[in-house]
């Protein structure tokens, strides 16, 4: 059985003198369970990064908000030698374990991440 999963999201378009909202909704199919997960990342920044990973396979995605962006990015899980990587256009979200990275496709292959990040476990 297929199970729909739906993701929606709000955009703000600029009008004339009003911004305008604007939603856009994602239906997957799923031929089995699907997962939704919120997991918290200590990244050295003001504030902690919030990303929602979404397993229903064959899909695996990650919402990762990014500074230089508007709105968060949704990110689909490609081919990795370890981990999960993740590509959104020129963005890339790679995650091992408890830790994740943010890159930057157009620094080049060997470019540093510009974002280093370690998940928040909130057990006593």
Do not use: H
């Not at 239906?27 to 919030?50: H, M, N, W």
């Not at 990762?64 to 990110?75: D, K, N, T």
């Amino acid at each position: 059985m297929i199970r729909p999963l739906l993701l929606a999201a709000a955009f703000f378009t600029p009008a004339t003198a009003q911004a305008v909202e604007t939603t856009l909704q994602i239906e997957l199919g799923a031929q089995s369970d699907f997962e939704r997960r919120g997991i918290v990342y200590d990244c050295a920044t003001d504030a902690p990064l919030a990303v929602t990973y979404i397993n229903a396979a064959p899909n695996f995605l990650a919402i990762v908000p990014v500074a230089e962006q508007p709105e968060p990015l949704i990110f689909t899980a490609v081919i990795s030698a370890s981990g999960v990587r993740y590509a959104s256009g020129q963005w890339i979200w790679w995650t091992k374990g408890a830790d994740a990275s943010l890159y930057d496709a157009t620094l080049g292959e060997d470019a540093e991440a510009v974002l280093t990040c370690s998940e928040l476990n909130n057990t006593p």
